[in-house]
């Protein structure tokens, strides 16, 4: 069964300090990856999409970055947090050409202070 | 863009008491999906509806998709306070694979 993962569950950091999130799926290949944020009990803001190895779709202009350095690896970067960077964190995967269903990871708190 | 609109935002009911979330956008949909999120944790895909008018039941909870793929809705029958949670609909593009969310309906079941 596939599975997905992400790290760290909970951060807190400094303005202007860089991150770095992950994100791993395992049992399946080449899957579609997504970032999204998500506001307190709010809806799914899409950040950025990947249906391959180096191929990253952004979606909203921002202080963020994403790498897929592997198959089922996908990486959210920053260089300096803003205090707007603040959220909730989640990663999903998805099947390439079925039926757009996504799975998603158990998410990554940040706070930015 | 394609846009979601979800409504009630918020519900707060008794145990038993039956309700419906609604999903409309003026776009065409591929495939709508329903997810159920607590707190804390990631959604969870609850249902995925593809052909305009079909209805899909899972336990309790009833899902329909509109005749012209362009809205949904979810009903609830007798719900229970385990139903509480954040319902999400998502709507796939016609092309591609991204998905569209509503801004979800926060619903609290009380005992």
């Known amino acids: 069964s596939q599975t997905i993962h992400q790290w760290p569950a909970t951060l807190v950091q400094p303005v202007g300090s860089p991150l770095s999130l992950e994100c791993t799926v395992e049992?399946?290949?080449?899957?579609?990856l997504y970032w999204y944020r998500q506001a307190a009990g709010r809806g799914l803001q899409l950040l950025f999409y990947?249906?391959?190895?180096?191929?990253i779709s952004s979606e909203v202009p921002q202080n963020l970055s994403a790498s897929r350095p592997q198959d089922r690896q996908f990486i959210l970067s920053s260089k300096k947090l803003l205090l707007s960077d603040s959220g909730f964190y989640l990663c999903a995967w998805s099947v390439q050409l079925a039926g757009g269903e996504q799975y998603f990871g158990p998410g990554t708190r940040l706070t930015v202070t | 863009t394609q846009l979601l609109e979800q409504s009630p935002q918020f519900l707060s009911i008794q145990e038993g008491e039956n309700l419906t979330v609604y999903c409309n956008s003026s776009?065409?949909?591929?495939?709508l999906q329903w997810y159920r999120q607590e707190p804390g944790e990631g959604p969870v895909l609850l249902v995925t509806?593809?052909?305009?008018?079909e209805v899909k039941k899972l336990k309790r909870l009833t899902f329909q998709f509109g005749d012209a793929r362009k809205d949904s809705s979810l009903h609830i029958t007798a719900a229970q306070p385990g139903d509480t949670g954040l319902y999400l609909c998502a709507g796939r593009e016609t092309s591609g694979s991204r998905l569209t969310f509503g801004e979800g309906t926060q619903l609290t079941v009380n005992p």
């Open positions: 049992g399946t290949s080449n899957p579609n």
């Open positions: 509806v593809v052909t305009g008018g």
């Open positions: 990947s249906v391959g190895i180096g191929q």
């Open positions: 776009s065409v949909f591929s495939s």
